[in-house]
Nanobody, 120 residues
């Protein structure tokens, strides 16, 4: 079992930046990779970015070029650097592990997430 804890959300102005952290604990906690998803009010949860155990990275089209995912294996932490934020980035951000080798499925129940609010 892996436990995941998100942090780093907050309030930012449009054009600003925030960095989210996802700390993973448990046996082989980063072995299956870590991804970020977000859910805005009234919308379905959507995939944002993910990094696999071999370092392969994937981004949603909506954040490509603005967000950067990275990891610190020594600290079992995955980061999401969010630059050039837009009001439409406002959402609760969650981290999780992929299931079946796909970012379309997640391995664990969703945690509390971290709120990101971008003002115009």
């Amino acid at each position: 079992q892996v436990q995941l804890a998100e942090s780093g959300g907050g309030l930012a102005q449009a054009g600003g930046s925030l960095r989210l952290s996802c700390v993973a604990s448990g046996r082989k906690s980063l072995f299956n990779g870590i991804g970020w998803w977000r859910q805005a009010p009234g919308k379905q949860r959507e995939f944002v970015a993910g990094i696999t155990s071999d370092g392969s990275i994937e981004y949603a089209d909506s954040v490509q070029g603005r967000f950067t995912i990275s990891r610190n294996n020594a600290e079992n932490t995955v980061f999401l650097q969010m630059n050039s934020l837009k009001p439409e980035d406002t959402a609760v951000y969650y981290c999780n592990q992929p299931q079946y080798g796909s970012w379309s499925w997640v391995r664990y129940l969703w945690g509390q997430g971290t709120q990101v609010t971008v003002s115009s």
